[in-house]
């Protein structure tokens, strides 16, 4: 099993910055793709940005040039800093990974609980 804390949310003013971490704990034998999702108030989870284990990055265009998802693999730690931050980012943000995990030595999904960020404008 895996288990993924995030970190790092908070309330900010339009045009500020935050830094979200997630750990990624348990039985790991590899993390593959690793990312953020969000949902806002009635609305569907949407992607906001993947990083492979070799770096490779893909963004929602959306944030695209205002957020930026690192990681640090000896941590197993994924990391978004989110720049210029407008009021249309406020929403539970949630770390996701894919990692093969003992003893079932099979790729699955896994969610963090989730980090409430709030820009006010």
């Known amino acids: 099993q895996v288990q993924l804390v995030e970190s790092g949310g908070g309330l900010v003013q339009a045009g500020g910055s935050l830094r979200l971490s997630c750990a990624a704990s348990g039985s790991i034998l590899r993390l593959n793709v690793m990312g953020w999702y969000r949902q806002a108030p009635g609305k569907q989870r949407e992607l906001v940005a993947t990083i492979t284990a070799g770096g490779s990055t893909n963004y929602a265009d959306s944030v695209r040039g205002r957020f930026t998802i690192s990681r640090d693999n000896a941590k197993n730690t994924v990391f978004l800093q989110m720049n210029s931050l407008e009021p249309a980012d406020t929403a539970v943000y949630y770390c996701?990974?894919?990692?093969?995990?003992?003893?079932?030595?099979?790729?699955?999904?896994?969610w963090g609980q989730g980090t409430q960020v709030t820009v006010s404008s």
């Open positions: 996701n990974c894919n990692a093969v995990s003992s003893p079932s030595y099979f790729a699955r999904n896994y």
